[in-house]
Protein backbone atom coordinates (compact mmCIF):
# COMPACT_ATOMS: atom_id res chain seq x y z
CA UNK A 1 0.00 0.00 0.00
CA UNK A 2 1.80 3.65 -0.92
CA UNK A 3 2.09 5.81 1.95
CA UNK A 4 1.91 9.28 -0.18
CA UNK A 5 0.22 9.37 -3.79
CA UNK A 6 0.24 12.23 -5.95
CA UNK A 7 -2.74 11.80 -9.09
CA UNK A 8 -2.13 14.19 -11.84
CA UNK A 9 -1.91 17.38 -9.51
CA UNK A 10 -1.44 20.69 -11.06
CA UNK A 11 -0.58 24.02 -8.71
CA UNK A 12 -0.41 27.21 -9.60
CA UNK A 13 0.27 30.49 -7.69
CA UNK A 14 -2.14 33.40 -8.14
CA UNK A 15 -1.38 35.89 -10.18
CA UNK A 16 1.12 33.33 -12.04
CA UNK A 17 1.16 33.17 -15.81
CA UNK A 18 2.70 29.24 -15.42
CA UNK A 19 1.64 25.74 -13.32
CA UNK A 20 4.70 26.00 -10.49
CA UNK A 21 3.49 21.73 -10.68
CA UNK A 22 2.09 20.16 -13.81
CA UNK A 23 0.55 17.12 -13.73
CA UNK A 24 2.57 15.05 -11.27
CA UNK A 25 2.09 11.64 -10.96
CA UNK A 26 4.05 9.57 -8.18
CA UNK A 27 3.88 7.16 -5.36
CA UNK A 28 5.87 7.28 -2.62
CA UNK A 29 5.72 4.15 -0.78
CA UNK A 30 5.79 2.98 3.37
CA UNK A 31 9.37 3.29 4.62
CA UNK A 32 11.13 4.74 1.34
CA UNK A 33 13.64 7.37 2.03
CA UNK A 34 13.33 9.68 -1.04
CA UNK A 35 15.71 12.36 -1.94
CA UNK A 36 14.06 15.27 -4.16
CA UNK A 37 16.31 17.53 -6.20
CA UNK A 38 16.27 20.08 -9.04
CA UNK A 39 17.11 23.73 -9.64
CA UNK A 40 15.83 26.30 -7.49
CA UNK A 41 12.28 27.13 -8.60
CA UNK A 42 11.85 24.04 -10.06
CA UNK A 43 8.76 23.72 -7.56
CA UNK A 44 10.65 21.72 -4.44
CA UNK A 45 9.31 23.56 -2.02
CA UNK A 46 5.89 23.08 -3.57
CA UNK A 47 5.99 19.79 -4.12
CA UNK A 48 6.61 19.33 -0.22
CA UNK A 49 3.43 21.68 0.47
CA UNK A 50 0.92 19.81 -0.77
CA UNK A 51 1.92 16.70 1.40
CA UNK A 52 1.07 19.07 4.24
CA UNK A 53 -2.15 20.46 4.81
CA UNK A 54 -1.55 23.24 6.83
CA UNK A 55 1.00 24.31 4.71
CA UNK A 56 -0.62 24.39 0.90
CA UNK A 57 -0.36 27.23 -0.22
CA UNK A 58 -3.18 29.37 -1.59
CA UNK A 59 -3.65 28.68 -5.32
CA UNK A 60 -5.49 26.78 -7.79
CA UNK A 61 -4.78 23.70 -7.62
CA UNK A 62 -6.12 20.44 -9.83
CA UNK A 63 -5.43 16.46 -9.02
CA UNK A 64 -5.13 15.21 -5.81
CA UNK A 65 -2.60 13.99 -3.01
CA UNK A 66 -3.55 10.80 -1.12
CA UNK A 67 -1.73 9.75 2.28
CA UNK A 68 -2.91 6.26 2.45
CA UNK A 69 -6.84 6.27 0.75
CA UNK A 70 -7.60 9.99 2.38
CA UNK A 71 -7.28 12.63 0.53
CA UNK A 72 -4.74 15.05 1.92
CA UNK A 73 -7.11 18.24 2.47
CA UNK A 74 -9.80 15.80 4.45
CA UNK A 75 -7.31 15.18 6.77
CA UNK A 76 -7.93 16.42 10.29
CA UNK A 77 -5.41 18.61 12.17
CA UNK A 78 -5.12 15.99 14.50
CA UNK A 79 -3.96 12.89 12.66
CA UNK A 80 -1.54 15.20 10.12
CA UNK A 81 0.39 16.94 13.13
CA UNK A 82 0.57 13.42 14.79
CA UNK A 83 1.71 11.58 11.24
CA UNK A 84 3.59 13.91 9.14
CA UNK A 85 6.30 15.77 10.11
CA UNK A 86 7.73 18.63 8.41
CA UNK A 87 11.29 20.50 8.79
CA UNK A 88 11.69 23.93 7.36
CA UNK A 89 14.63 25.20 5.60
CA UNK A 90 15.40 27.85 8.35
CA UNK A 91 15.75 26.76 11.50
CA UNK A 92 14.72 29.71 13.44
CA UNK A 93 11.46 30.00 11.75
CA UNK A 94 10.15 26.46 13.52
CA UNK A 95 10.93 27.14 17.05
CA UNK A 96 8.29 28.59 18.77
CA UNK A 97 9.62 28.34 23.12
CA UNK A 98 12.32 30.24 24.75
CA UNK A 99 13.99 26.71 25.90
CA UNK A 100 14.96 23.21 24.66
CA UNK A 101 12.90 21.00 27.03
CA UNK A 102 9.64 23.29 26.54
CA UNK A 103 10.20 23.37 22.69
CA UNK A 104 10.33 19.38 22.59
CA UNK A 105 7.22 19.01 24.82
CA UNK A 106 5.38 21.96 23.03
CA UNK A 107 3.59 19.84 19.91
CA UNK A 108 2.60 17.06 22.68
CA UNK A 109 1.25 20.04 24.98
CA UNK A 110 -1.00 21.23 21.87
CA UNK A 111 -2.06 17.56 21.42
CA UNK A 112 -3.38 17.59 24.88
CA UNK A 113 -1.23 14.37 26.23
CA UNK A 114 -0.74 13.40 29.53
CA UNK A 115 2.05 14.87 31.93
CA UNK A 116 3.59 11.17 32.24
CA UNK A 117 3.28 10.69 28.33
CA UNK A 118 5.19 14.13 27.72
CA UNK A 119 7.42 13.09 30.22
CA UNK A 120 8.43 10.16 28.45
CA UNK A 121 8.21 11.19 24.84
CA UNK A 122 10.43 14.16 25.45
CA UNK A 123 13.08 12.22 27.60
CA UNK A 124 13.47 9.43 25.34
CA UNK A 125 13.71 12.11 22.31
CA UNK A 126 16.33 14.16 24.09
CA UNK A 127 18.74 10.82 24.65
CA UNK A 128 18.28 9.31 21.00
CA UNK A 129 19.12 12.86 19.68
CA UNK A 130 21.82 13.25 22.10
CA UNK A 131 19.93 16.68 23.65
CA UNK A 132 20.32 16.04 27.24
CA UNK A 133 23.28 18.12 27.87
CA UNK A 134 21.45 21.47 26.15
CA UNK A 135 18.36 19.86 27.95
CA UNK A 136 17.72 23.24 29.72
CA UNK A 137 19.71 26.01 28.04
CA UNK A 138 18.06 29.24 26.09
CA UNK A 139 17.21 28.57 22.50
CA UNK A 140 18.94 31.42 21.43
CA UNK A 141 22.03 30.25 22.48
CA UNK A 142 22.07 26.89 20.65
CA UNK A 143 23.58 26.85 17.18
CA UNK A 144 22.40 26.42 13.70
CA UNK A 145 22.98 22.71 13.86
CA UNK A 146 21.40 22.21 17.14
CA UNK A 147 18.52 24.22 16.22
CA UNK A 148 17.48 22.23 13.29
CA UNK A 149 18.46 18.99 15.77
CA UNK A 150 16.25 20.44 17.88
CA UNK A 151 13.47 20.99 15.61
CA UNK A 152 13.57 17.75 14.09
CA UNK A 153 13.69 15.92 17.54
CA UNK A 154 10.54 17.72 18.48
CA UNK A 155 8.72 16.86 14.90
CA UNK A 156 9.87 13.07 15.81
CA UNK A 157 8.35 13.46 19.12
CA UNK A 158 5.01 13.62 17.88
CA UNK A 159 6.18 9.72 16.26
CA UNK A 160 4.89 10.54 12.84
CA UNK A 161 4.95 7.67 10.12
CA UNK A 162 6.18 10.44 7.78
CA UNK A 163 8.83 13.20 7.33
CA UNK A 164 8.84 15.50 5.06
CA UNK A 165 12.19 18.17 5.38
CA UNK A 166 12.57 21.20 2.97
CA UNK A 167 15.95 21.79 2.46
CA UNK A 168 17.03 21.35 6.20
CA UNK A 169 20.73 21.99 5.69
CA UNK A 170 20.78 24.97 3.53
CA UNK A 171 21.07 27.02 6.62
CA UNK A 172 23.57 24.80 8.06
CA UNK A 173 27.89 24.63 7.87
CA UNK A 174 28.99 21.29 6.12
CA UNK A 175 30.19 19.94 9.51
CA UNK A 176 26.53 20.35 11.26
CA UNK A 177 24.79 19.31 7.67
CA UNK A 178 26.51 15.82 7.61
CA UNK A 179 26.23 15.60 11.18
CA UNK A 180 21.80 16.00 10.24
CA UNK A 181 21.97 14.02 7.53
CA UNK A 182 23.83 10.86 9.34
CA UNK A 183 20.99 11.30 11.90
CA UNK A 184 18.25 10.96 9.58
CA UNK A 185 19.69 7.48 7.95
CA UNK A 186 19.78 6.58 11.90
CA UNK A 187 15.76 7.73 11.83
CA UNK A 188 15.16 6.01 8.47
CA UNK A 189 17.21 2.50 9.75
CA UNK A 190 15.78 2.40 13.25
CA UNK A 191 12.40 3.37 12.40
CA UNK A 192 11.29 2.93 9.39
CA UNK A 193 10.09 6.14 8.86
CA UNK A 194 9.31 7.58 5.29
CA UNK A 195 11.40 10.15 4.64
CA UNK A 196 11.23 12.32 1.89
CA UNK A 197 13.56 14.81 1.93
CA UNK A 198 14.85 17.53 -0.77
CA UNK A 199 18.15 18.39 -1.11
CA UNK A 200 21.09 20.48 -2.66
CA UNK A 201 23.68 18.50 -0.69
CA UNK A 202 23.61 15.50 -3.47
CA UNK A 203 27.04 14.06 -2.47
CA UNK A 204 25.52 13.63 0.59
CA UNK A 205 22.09 12.85 0.06
CA UNK A 206 22.68 10.23 -2.29
CA UNK A 207 23.67 7.52 -0.78
CA UNK A 208 20.90 7.74 1.60
CA UNK A 209 18.39 7.75 -0.70
CA UNK A 210 15.93 4.85 -2.07
CA UNK A 211 14.13 6.54 -4.81
CA UNK A 212 15.63 10.01 -6.10
CA UNK A 213 13.39 12.03 -8.05
CA UNK A 214 14.28 15.38 -10.23
CA UNK A 215 12.13 18.16 -10.70
CA UNK A 216 12.47 20.39 -13.89
CA UNK A 217 9.87 23.57 -14.43
CA UNK A 218 7.30 22.14 -11.85
CA UNK A 219 7.23 18.63 -14.01
CA UNK A 220 9.27 15.41 -12.95
CA UNK A 221 11.48 14.76 -15.13
CA UNK A 222 13.03 11.38 -13.91
CA UNK A 223 12.62 9.24 -10.94
CA UNK A 224 14.14 5.77 -9.60
CA UNK A 225 17.21 4.28 -7.85
CA UNK A 226 20.46 6.74 -7.30
CA UNK A 227 21.82 4.64 -10.40
CA UNK A 228 18.72 4.87 -12.62
CA UNK A 229 18.43 8.99 -12.11
CA UNK A 230 22.11 9.19 -12.92
CA UNK A 231 22.05 7.48 -15.93
CA UNK A 232 18.79 8.93 -17.21
CA UNK A 233 20.45 12.26 -16.52
CA UNK A 234 23.26 11.59 -19.22
CA UNK A 235 21.64 10.13 -22.07
CA UNK A 236 23.85 9.58 -24.94
CA UNK A 237 26.53 11.64 -23.84
CA UNK A 238 24.23 14.82 -23.75
CA UNK A 239 23.86 15.92 -19.79
CA UNK A 240 20.35 17.30 -18.64
CA UNK A 241 21.46 20.65 -16.89
CA UNK A 242 20.52 18.34 -13.09
CA UNK A 243 23.93 16.08 -13.97
CA UNK A 244 26.60 19.03 -12.62
CA UNK A 245 24.64 18.33 -9.51
CA UNK A 246 25.24 14.82 -8.86
CA UNK A 247 27.88 13.46 -6.70
CA UNK A 248 31.23 13.79 -8.44
CA UNK A 249 31.73 10.15 -8.45
CA UNK A 250 28.64 9.08 -10.08
CA UNK A 251 29.70 12.00 -12.89
CA UNK A 252 33.05 10.16 -13.32
CA UNK A 253 31.71 7.10 -13.93
CA UNK A 254 29.21 7.62 -15.95
CA UNK A 255 31.67 10.25 -18.03
CA UNK A 256 34.22 7.49 -18.77
CA UNK A 257 30.85 5.03 -19.31
CA UNK A 258 32.34 2.35 -16.34
CA UNK A 259 29.17 0.82 -15.80
CA UNK A 260 27.60 1.07 -12.03
CA UNK A 261 27.31 4.28 -10.91
CA UNK A 262 28.94 4.14 -7.38
CA UNK A 263 27.73 5.93 -4.05
CA UNK A 264 30.57 5.81 -2.27
CA UNK A 265 34.48 5.32 -2.30
CA UNK A 266 34.43 1.49 -0.84
CA UNK A 267 31.95 0.77 -3.98
CA UNK A 268 33.82 2.56 -6.74
CA UNK A 269 37.47 1.39 -5.32
CA UNK A 270 36.03 -1.97 -6.06
CA UNK A 271 34.51 -1.53 -9.27
CA UNK A 272 37.86 0.16 -10.39
CA UNK A 273 40.07 -2.99 -9.40
CA UNK A 274 39.07 -4.32 -12.41
CA UNK A 275 41.02 -1.96 -15.16
CA UNK A 276 44.00 -1.96 -15.08
CA UNK A 277 45.40 1.31 -14.24
CA UNK A 278 48.96 2.35 -13.53
CA UNK A 279 50.00 3.85 -10.61
CA UNK A 280 51.70 7.29 -11.19
CA UNK A 281 54.79 8.88 -9.52
CA UNK A 282 53.62 11.89 -7.13
CA UNK A 283 55.37 15.32 -8.31
CA UNK A 284 54.96 18.68 -6.49
CA UNK A 285 53.44 21.64 -8.34
CA UNK A 286 55.54 24.79 -7.94
CA UNK A 287 53.25 27.64 -7.27
CA UNK A 288 55.22 30.84 -9.05
CA UNK A 289 57.30 32.87 -6.45
CA UNK A 290 55.51 36.28 -4.91
CA UNK A 291 57.13 38.14 -2.84
CA UNK A 292 55.25 40.15 -0.15
CA UNK A 293 56.04 44.10 -2.39
CA UNK A 294 53.66 42.41 -4.57
CA UNK A 295 50.87 41.73 -2.72
CA UNK A 296 46.96 43.71 -2.03
CA UNK A 297 47.33 43.13 1.16
CA UNK A 298 49.45 40.98 3.95
CA UNK A 299 48.89 39.97 7.94
CA UNK A 300 52.03 39.84 10.09
CA UNK A 301 51.95 38.14 12.72
CA UNK A 302 48.73 38.87 13.66
CA UNK A 303 47.41 37.63 17.27
CA UNK A 304 43.61 38.23 18.25
CA UNK A 305 41.42 37.74 21.66
CA UNK A 306 37.31 38.83 21.78
CA UNK A 307 38.18 38.95 25.85
CA UNK A 308 41.02 39.61 27.94
CA UNK A 309 41.14 36.64 29.69
CA UNK A 310 39.58 34.34 26.81
CA UNK A 311 42.07 32.22 24.31
CA UNK A 312 43.42 33.81 21.33
CA UNK A 313 41.30 33.20 18.39
CA UNK A 314 44.25 34.37 16.13
CA UNK A 315 47.56 33.11 16.69
CA UNK A 316 50.61 34.74 14.64
CA UNK A 317 48.95 34.53 11.81
CA UNK A 318 50.41 35.43 8.63
CA UNK A 319 48.93 35.55 4.84
CA UNK A 320 49.31 37.62 1.81
CA UNK A 321 46.45 37.98 -0.93
CA UNK A 322 47.63 38.92 -4.37
CA UNK A 323 46.35 40.74 -7.42
CA UNK A 324 44.16 38.45 -9.53
CA UNK A 325 44.72 35.76 -6.90
CA UNK A 326 41.53 33.23 -5.46
CA UNK A 327 42.87 32.15 -1.98
CA UNK A 328 40.50 29.92 -0.24
CA UNK A 329 40.84 28.61 3.75
CA UNK A 330 39.58 26.00 4.90
CA UNK A 331 39.30 24.58 8.24
CA UNK A 332 37.12 22.92 10.99
CA UNK A 333 34.15 25.39 12.77
CA UNK A 334 35.20 27.66 15.74
CA UNK A 335 39.02 27.88 14.50
CA UNK A 336 39.58 31.65 13.62
CA UNK A 337 38.67 31.65 9.75
CA UNK A 338 35.52 34.02 10.08
CA UNK A 339 37.37 36.18 12.79
CA UNK A 340 40.56 36.56 10.21
CA UNK A 341 38.35 38.07 7.49
CA UNK A 342 36.84 40.33 9.95
CA UNK A 343 40.54 41.08 10.74
CA UNK A 344 41.43 41.57 6.83
CA UNK A 345 38.33 44.18 6.16
CA UNK A 346 39.11 46.24 8.81
CA UNK A 347 36.35 45.50 10.87
CA UNK A 348 38.27 43.73 13.85
CA UNK A 349 41.92 45.66 14.76
CA UNK A 350 44.70 43.09 15.79
CA UNK A 351 45.89 43.33 18.78
CA UNK A 352 49.44 42.46 18.29
CA UNK A 353 50.94 42.24 14.45
CA UNK A 354 50.34 43.78 11.55
CA UNK A 355 47.80 44.37 9.06
CA UNK A 356 49.34 46.15 5.76
CA UNK A 357 47.06 46.99 2.82
CA UNK A 358 49.20 48.55 0.20
CA UNK A 359 47.69 51.07 -3.09
CA UNK A 360 44.90 51.71 -0.94
CA UNK A 361 42.36 49.21 -2.15
CA UNK A 362 38.77 49.00 -1.29
CA UNK A 363 37.68 45.58 0.63
CA UNK A 364 34.17 44.43 0.66
CA UNK A 365 33.00 41.15 2.96
CA UNK A 366 29.75 38.87 1.82
CA UNK A 367 29.47 37.56 5.67
CA UNK A 368 28.52 33.98 6.59
CA UNK A 369 24.88 35.38 7.47
CA UNK A 370 23.28 37.16 4.20
CA UNK A 371 20.46 39.10 5.93
CA UNK A 372 23.26 40.73 7.86
CA UNK A 373 23.73 43.20 4.65
CA UNK A 374 20.15 43.53 4.40
CA UNK A 375 18.03 46.93 5.38
CA UNK A 376 15.57 47.50 1.97
CA UNK A 377 12.00 46.26 1.85
CA UNK A 378 12.84 44.76 -1.64
CA UNK A 379 15.33 42.68 -3.60
CA UNK A 380 15.80 45.87 -6.60
CA UNK A 381 15.92 48.19 -3.61
CA UNK A 382 18.90 46.37 -1.66
CA UNK A 383 21.06 45.81 -4.94
CA UNK A 384 20.25 49.87 -5.70
CA UNK A 385 21.54 50.69 -2.34
CA UNK A 386 24.59 49.16 -2.75
CA UNK A 387 25.40 51.53 -5.69
CA UNK A 388 24.39 54.64 -2.89
CA UNK A 389 28.10 55.78 -2.57
CA UNK A 390 29.18 55.32 -6.11
CA UNK A 391 29.15 58.99 -7.89
CA UNK A 392 26.96 57.87 -11.03
CA UNK A 393 23.65 58.84 -12.30
CA UNK A 394 20.14 57.88 -11.71
CA UNK A 395 19.84 56.17 -14.81
CA UNK A 396 23.71 54.10 -14.66
CA UNK A 397 22.43 53.20 -11.13
CA UNK A 398 19.24 51.44 -12.95
CA UNK A 399 21.06 49.91 -15.46
CA UNK A 400 23.53 48.41 -13.30
CA UNK A 401 20.98 47.13 -10.49
CA UNK A 402 18.98 45.66 -13.73
CA UNK A 403 22.15 43.83 -14.93
CA UNK A 404 22.60 42.61 -11.51
CA UNK A 405 19.48 41.08 -11.28
CA UNK A 406 20.07 38.78 -14.30
CA UNK A 407 23.08 38.38 -13.57
CA UNK A 408 22.34 36.99 -9.65
CA UNK A 409 19.26 35.27 -11.58
CA UNK A 410 17.03 37.61 -9.46
CA UNK A 411 14.17 39.41 -11.88
CA UNK A 412 11.30 37.62 -11.21
CA UNK A 413 12.23 38.42 -7.30
CA UNK A 414 13.07 41.57 -8.02
CA UNK A 415 9.75 43.12 -5.43
CA UNK A 416 10.39 40.65 -3.14
CA UNK A 417 11.08 41.14 0.84
CA UNK A 418 14.75 39.88 0.84
CA UNK A 419 13.85 37.92 4.37
CA UNK A 420 11.28 35.73 2.18
CA UNK A 421 13.77 34.87 -0.15
CA UNK A 422 14.97 30.61 0.50
CA UNK A 423 18.58 30.64 1.98
CA UNK A 424 20.73 30.20 -1.84
CA UNK A 425 18.47 33.31 -2.76
CA UNK A 426 19.63 35.78 0.27
CA UNK A 427 23.29 34.38 -0.67
CA UNK A 428 23.07 35.36 -4.05
CA UNK A 429 21.51 39.09 -3.10
CA UNK A 430 24.18 39.29 -0.66
CA UNK A 431 26.81 38.36 -3.33
CA UNK A 432 25.47 40.58 -5.94
CA UNK A 433 25.19 43.28 -3.42
CA UNK A 434 28.90 43.20 -2.76
CA UNK A 435 29.66 42.81 -6.18
CA UNK A 436 28.04 46.57 -7.20
CA UNK A 437 30.75 47.91 -4.80
CA UNK A 438 33.52 47.01 -6.79
CA UNK A 439 36.24 46.37 -4.29
CA UNK A 440 39.76 45.65 -5.23
CA UNK A 441 39.43 42.93 -2.67
CA UNK A 442 36.25 40.52 -2.10
CA UNK A 443 36.01 38.84 0.99
CA UNK A 444 33.42 35.66 0.84
CA UNK A 445 32.25 33.80 4.12
CA UNK A 446 30.96 30.61 3.08
CA UNK A 447 29.58 31.94 -0.54
CA UNK A 448 28.32 28.40 -1.57
CA UNK A 449 25.96 27.83 1.55
CA UNK A 450 22.42 26.99 0.09
CA UNK A 451 22.99 27.73 -3.45
CA UNK A 452 21.84 25.10 -5.84
CA UNK A 453 24.64 23.29 -8.14
CA UNK A 454 23.48 25.20 -11.06
CA UNK A 455 24.36 28.59 -9.58
CA UNK A 456 27.41 27.17 -8.14
CA UNK A 457 28.80 26.95 -11.54
CA UNK A 458 26.91 30.33 -12.80
CA UNK A 459 28.88 32.23 -9.33
CA UNK A 460 32.50 30.78 -10.14
CA UNK A 461 32.10 32.02 -13.90
CA UNK A 462 31.72 35.41 -12.18
CA UNK A 463 34.06 35.12 -9.54
CA UNK A 464 36.81 34.01 -12.17
CA UNK A 465 35.83 37.13 -14.57
CA UNK A 466 37.00 38.94 -11.71
CA UNK A 467 39.80 37.55 -10.91
CA UNK A 468 41.00 37.96 -14.53
CA UNK A 469 40.30 41.98 -13.89
CA UNK A 470 43.20 42.00 -11.15
CA UNK A 471 40.90 41.61 -8.43
CA UNK A 472 41.79 39.63 -5.31
CA UNK A 473 39.51 37.04 -3.83
CA UNK A 474 39.88 35.59 -0.30
CA UNK A 475 37.23 32.97 0.83
CA UNK A 476 36.39 30.97 3.48
CA UNK A 477 34.72 27.71 2.96
CA UNK A 478 33.85 24.00 3.78
CA UNK A 479 32.75 23.58 0.01
CA UNK A 480 36.11 21.43 -0.62
CA UNK A 481 34.91 20.32 -4.28
CA UNK A 482 34.11 24.28 -5.20
CA UNK A 483 37.86 25.31 -3.97
CA UNK A 484 39.43 22.47 -5.47
CA UNK A 485 37.72 23.36 -8.98
CA UNK A 486 38.70 27.50 -8.79
CA UNK A 487 41.20 28.53 -6.34
CA UNK A 488 44.74 29.60 -7.41
CA UNK A 489 45.68 28.93 -3.35
CA UNK A 490 44.32 26.81 -0.71
CA UNK A 491 45.65 27.08 2.96
CA UNK A 492 44.28 25.08 5.83
CA UNK A 493 43.17 27.02 9.42
CA UNK A 494 43.54 25.33 12.31
CA UNK A 495 44.26 26.70 15.83
CA UNK A 496 44.14 29.87 15.07
CA UNK A 497 46.61 30.03 12.37
CA UNK A 498 47.45 28.33 8.48
CA UNK A 499 49.01 25.64 9.11
CA UNK A 500 49.47 24.40 5.29
CA UNK A 501 49.26 26.73 2.07
CA UNK A 502 49.50 24.94 -1.73
CA UNK A 503 48.52 24.66 -4.90
CA UNK A 504 44.53 23.44 -5.06
CA UNK A 505 46.33 20.04 -6.40
CA UNK A 506 49.55 19.72 -3.95
CA UNK A 507 46.83 21.17 -1.23
CA UNK A 508 43.96 18.16 -1.42
CA UNK A 509 46.75 15.79 -2.11
CA UNK A 510 48.58 15.98 1.27
CA UNK A 511 44.97 16.07 2.96
CA UNK A 512 43.84 12.47 3.92
CA UNK A 513 40.61 13.27 5.24
CA UNK A 514 40.20 17.45 4.43
CA UNK A 515 39.96 16.30 0.03
CA UNK A 516 37.48 15.70 -2.15
CA UNK A 517 35.58 12.44 -3.06
CA UNK A 518 37.34 12.27 -6.65
CA UNK A 519 41.31 12.45 -4.74
CA UNK A 520 39.60 9.80 -2.38
CA UNK A 521 38.73 7.43 -4.84
CA UNK A 522 41.98 7.73 -7.11
CA UNK A 523 44.72 8.38 -4.64
CA UNK A 524 45.97 4.66 -4.67
CA UNK A 525 46.60 5.17 -8.76
CA UNK A 526 47.09 9.00 -8.61
CA UNK A 527 47.17 11.33 -5.64
CA UNK A 528 47.30 14.25 -8.00
CA UNK A 529 44.09 13.95 -8.95
CA UNK A 530 41.19 16.04 -7.15
CA UNK A 531 38.48 17.32 -9.52
CA UNK A 532 35.80 14.99 -11.39
CA UNK A 533 37.40 16.66 -14.46
CA UNK A 534 40.63 15.86 -13.95
CA UNK A 535 39.93 11.84 -13.15
CA UNK A 536 38.00 11.42 -16.07
CA UNK A 537 41.23 12.64 -18.53
CA UNK A 538 43.11 10.64 -16.40
CA UNK A 539 40.67 7.31 -16.63
CA UNK A 540 40.01 7.76 -20.77
CA UNK A 541 43.73 7.56 -21.21
CA UNK A 542 44.09 4.86 -18.95
CA UNK A 543 41.53 2.80 -20.16
Known amino acids: MEEIRFDGLSFRYPLSEQDALKNIRLTILPSQFVVLCG ?20 GERSGAVYYGKVEISTLSQRTSACEIGYVLQNPDAQIVTDTVWHELAFGLENLGLPNAVIKHRVAEMANYFGI ?35 EPTSQLDPIAASEFLTTLKRLHTDFGTTIILSEHRLEEAFPLADTVIVLDKGEVFTSGTPSEVGAALYRNGDPHPMFWGLPSMMRLFQQCGLGDLPLTVQQGRNQLQQYPLNIEPTITQEIPHQTLSSASLALK ?35 GKSTALKIICGELKPQMGKRLLYDQCSIALVPQDPLALFTEI ?47 EQQRLAIGKVLLCRPNIL ?43 NSTRCGLFFDGELVSIGSPTDFFAENYF ?8 LRPWNRKLITCEEGCRWLQNQL
Open 132 to 166: QTWFHKQVSTLSGGQKQLLNLAAVMAMQPSVLVLD
Open 443 to 485: LLDEPTKGLDPFFKRTLADILHKLTAQGISICMVSHDVDFCAE
Open 514 to 521: YTTSINKL
Open 39 to 58: KSGCGKSTFLRQIKPELTPY
Open 378 to 424: TVEEELFEGLSHLALSQQEKLDQTEEMLALMELTELRSANPYDLSGG
Open 301 to 335: DVWFRYERNSLPVLKSLSLALYAGEWFSILGGNGV
